[in-house]
């Protein structure tokens, strides 16, 4: 065994992708899995079906990996290769109760599908906190588990340095001779622990296999390179019955995201209603949600259908969840739970709730949870399937992308037919910008600057240029910026650095990221002349020796160099360097 941990660890070490380390702990551990079954009471009687790898750090899922047994037994190790990323067939295990038992335990659970029963696994790991010694899982899970012919399953943590648990490993396994039984989980749970234990850092620390860009359309028109690897993951999640919690920043694109996955899913013939809290009342969230009948409420002229009935056989996305009044998430709780609802004024009779929830929130909802402000049982029913979108400020790939395709847009609604473009300069200054609104506020600066590029050619035109002087324009009417530390600058501007790293066909030397200091000290200067800024910045010494000058100017050449390398025209201050000595104050 020691020969196989050893060759398991080595092939570990050289996966060079998430796919590469999912193929080698999936098939490792079926086999042990397999040769426990083989010498115990069930052998013959059951079989390994197949394992499914689910990376999801901080409660946000990023990674998705299924390996069949069948695949296992019909190729030799050496002719693997990496295991498909998970399809529409794959089994999620979307039940609450396993993922906070293993979240929270710290350990493995086995689950008997038929009996619906979740119980720790003995001697699977140490847990952190007392639980009770079993659960019951939804029949959601249990139905598509015994479509897929899983009689049992047993679920491990993915333990990485430091006790934190990143993920799952789930294997499934078919034995009707096992039901109410144990099966052969606890014999083989402290070998299958380790496997999953030592491979747990590659798993959650190596990237994506590259691969082509996610096909676009109307829904999602920009996938750029920091969003594809999260597209495969939320083309299962639309497919599938369960709620999708989307998480992210105001403005980030999480409607569009519910619309996307409503558009890809098996209700797509449905309405898609969207319901902001933001925008309604608290004493009304329930009206809105379930409808009301006349003379329910003051103000309640005539019947109105909430957004659960107009979305009939479609899709509900309830955006900034964290705004629910306790009230009306106990009302939510029972519709998620139950799937029936009652129209507020109507005395008696629940309706039916077809419909699939997607639920959006900018909100820590864990810490809302702590503070009493959300219900801990809703938490854990939307928390099935989550997905978090990044800023924009750390998608930056995607900025000219999107600012193409929005200015396009504009100006197809002003002139159908005709085209618009944005000047390159103008596409460095979005970049170099940091949008704290996200795509809602990148969306305003182009909608402004396509209306002052109207107004400077005199009107409608075929043809249009956004240019870099109306990108700048229209970021000037934003007034004064939200004040910002020093440290969020400089990681902003290492998020550009990065960017532009990977835009270009050859690597940019870190090297002229020194520039910054010429950066620093040219800015100074101009703003209150070369001596005064030597002394600002600690460097009164140079000034008193007269070598600020030759020390400005080695400064501002690398600053030259980077914008050469760049193919930027440069800042204003770079003018210092053809001045002819004196002092600029």
Not at 92 to 118: C, F, M, P, Y
Not at 176 to 189: H, N, P, R, S, T
Not at 483 to 504: G, M, N
Request: hydrophobic content about 40%; some cysteine.
């Amino acid at each position: 065994m020691s020969e196989e941990l050893s060759s398991f660890f080595a092939a570990l070490h050289t996966a060079k992708h998430f796919e590469e380390a999912a193929s080698e702990v999936l098939r490792a551990m079926l086999l042990s899995a397999e040769r426990t079954l083989e010498t115990g009471r069930f052998a013959r009687r059951g079989r390994l079906l197949r394992g499914v790898v689910h990376v999801r750090p901080d409660d946000a899922y990023r990674r998705l990996a299924v390996l069949e047994m069948e695949a296992v037994r019909g190729r030799p190790r050496s002719g693997m290769g990496p295991p498909p990323v998970a399809g529409q067939d794959v089994a999620l295990l979307a039940s609450a109760s396993a993922w906070r038992a293993v979240a929270e335990q710290g350990k493995a659970v086995a689950i008997d599908v038929n009996l619906k029963t979740l119980q720790p696994l003995e001697g699977g790991g140490v847990g952190n906190a007392s639980r009770p010694s079993s659960a019951a899982f939804n029949p959601e899970s249990q139905r598509k588990l015994l479509g897929r012919q899983a009689t049992h399953v047993c679920v491990f943590p993915l333990r990485v340095p430091g006790g934190r648990i990143d993920g799952m490993i789930a294997l499934e396994a078919d034995c009707m001779a096992a039901l109410g039984q144990e099966f052969v989980w606890k014999e083989a749970g402290g070998q299958l622990q380790l496997l999953a234990d030592m491979a747990a850092a590659w798993l959650t620390g190596l990237p994506p296999r590259p691969v082509t860009a996610p096909q676009t359309d109307d829904f999602l028109p920009v996938i750029g390179a920091s969003m594809a690897s999260l597209v495969p993951v939320l083309r299962i999640f639309a497919q599938q019955e369960e709620t999708i919690l989307v998480s992210g920043p105001t403005g980030a694109g999480k409607s569009r995201l519910a619309r996307w996955c409503h558009e890809r899913s098996g209700r797509r013939q449905g309405r898609f209603e969207s319901l902001d809290l933001t925008t309604v009342p608290e004493d009304l969230q329930m009206a809105e949600l379930f409808g009301w009948r006349r003379g329910a409420f003051t103000g309640a002229v005539k019947d109105n259908p909430g957004s659960i009935a107009r979305a009939e056989g479609g899709t509900v996305f309830i955006d900034e969840i964290d705004k629910l009044s306790l009230k009306a998430q106990a009302g939510l709780l029972h519709v998620l739970e139950e799937r029936t609802y009652r129209v507020l004024g109507e005395g008696s009779g629940d309706q039916r709730a077809n419909v699939r929830f997607i639920i959006g929130t900018n909100a820590n909802l864990r810490e809302a949870v702590r503070r009493g402000a959300f219900r801990e049982d809703l938490y854990y029913r939307i928390n099935v399937l989550p997905i978090r979108v990044p800023p924009l400020n750390d998608r930056q790939d995607e900025i000219p992308l999107w600012a193409r395709y929005m200015v396009g847009r504009r100006h197809q609604e002003t002139f159908p037919g005709g085209e618009a473009r944005l000047e390159e300069g103008a596409e460095r200054l979005l970049l170099a910008s940091a949008w704290p609104g996200n795509l809602r506020q990148l969306d305003n600066i182009i909608r402004r600057a396509y209306t002052l590029a109207m107004v400077d050619q005199g009107g409608a035109a075929r043809e249009l240029e956004l240019r870099e002087k109306h990108v700048r324009q229209a970021l000037a009417y934003e007034g004064t910026p939200e004040e910002s530390t020093l440290v969020d600058a400089l990681c902003h501007a290492a998020r550009v650095f990065v960017q532009e790293a990977r835009r270009r066909q050859s690597p940019l030397d870190i090297d002229l990221a020194e520039s910054f200091r010429g950066f620093v000290l040219g800015m100074a200067a101009k703003q209150v002349g070369k001596e005064e800024a030597f002394r600002l910045v600690g460097r009164e010494a140079l000034v008193k020796s007269r070598n600020h000058q030759k020390t400005l100017r080695r400064e501002l050449e690398k600053v030259e160099a980077l914008c050469r390398e760049v193919a930027h025209p440069g800042p204003e201050f770079l003018e210092l360097l053809s001045a002819e000595g004196g002092d600029s104050n």
